[in-house]
T-cell receptor, first 112, second 112 residues
Framework: GEDVEQSLFLSVREGDSSVINCTYTDSSSTYLYWYKQEPGAGLQLLTYIFSNMDMKQDQRLTVLLNKKDKHLSLRIADTQTGDSAIYFCAESITGGYNKLIFGAGTRLAVHP | DTAVSQTPKYLVTQMGNDKSIKCEQNLGHDTMYWYKQDSKKFLKIMFSYNNKELIINETVPNRFSPKSPDKAHLNLHINSLELGDSAVYFC???????????FGSGTRLTVV
């Protein structure tokens, strides 16, 4: 079936690294995404990774993909208070249409 | 500004009423979507249109009817509103899998 799972909460100290984890079920997903949602706002695409990659780095963000375990992670280096938000993992379901299945979101709280 | 815009941002209405939410994108994307986000932040796809044609229709009560007059617009009409329809409804658009979705800022619907 179509399912994406994430832990619901993560609390980190400002300046530390944050790692948000996600598992997905569709082994033939071609793209996997990380979105950020701030309070009262829509979802903002942070980064994505193509399934033939193991890692992607974009400034403070590092995405790791383990296809064998169907595990995706997002590492945020030097976490700041402005990073406090809900982070959603999503997989693009194979088939003719670009249908995204989202996880329940991980609420990241950054404290001083 | 290039964006996905939804109106209204907030909608408070009584049970049994009929209401519409409008969505417009000026990104030139071919595909548009409606997602529902519940109080636990879980996002679920409802509908998708590709170039005015309905391509995804998830298990949604038939009180919900999408309409796409052209590929830049996707509206959502809801009949006989129920308390359980209270949620945030997000419109999104996409062009290619690699770039994920661009989301609107959401419409918070409260049924009283």
């Amino acid at each position: 079936g179509e399912d994406v799972e994430q832990s619901l909460f993560l609390s980190v100290r400002e300046g530390d690294s944050s790692v948000i984890n996600c598992t997905y079920t569709d082994s033939s997903s071609t793209y996997l995404y990380w979105y950020k949602q701030e309070p009262g706002a829509g979802l903002q695409l942070l980064t994505y990774i193509f399934s033939n990659m193991d890692m992607k780095q974009d400034q403070r963000l590092t995405v790791l993909l383990n296809k064998k375990d169907k595990h995706l992670s997002l590492r945020i280096a030097d976490t700041q208070t402005g990073d406090s938000a809900i982070y959603f993992c999503a997989e693009s379901i194979t088939g003719g249409y670009n249908k995204l299945i989202f996880g329940a979101g991980t609420r990241l709280a950054v404290h001083p | 500004d290039t964006a996905v815009s939804q109106t209204p941002k907030y909608l408070v209405t009584q049970m049994g009423n009929d209401k519409s939410i409008k969505c417009e994108q000026n990104l030139g994307h071919d595909t548009m979507y409606w997602y529902k986000q519940d109080s636990k932040k879980f996002l679920k796809i409802m509908f998708s249109y590709n170039n005015k044609e309905l391509i995804i229709n998830e298990t949604v009560p038939n009180r919900f009817s999408p309409k796409s007059p052209d590929k830049a617009h996707l509206n959502l009409h809801i009949n006989s509103l129920e308390l359980g329809d209270s949620a945030v409804y997000f419109c999104a658009s996409s062009q290619a899998r690699a770039y994920g979705y661009t989301f609107g800022s959401g419409t918070r619907l409260t049924v009283v």
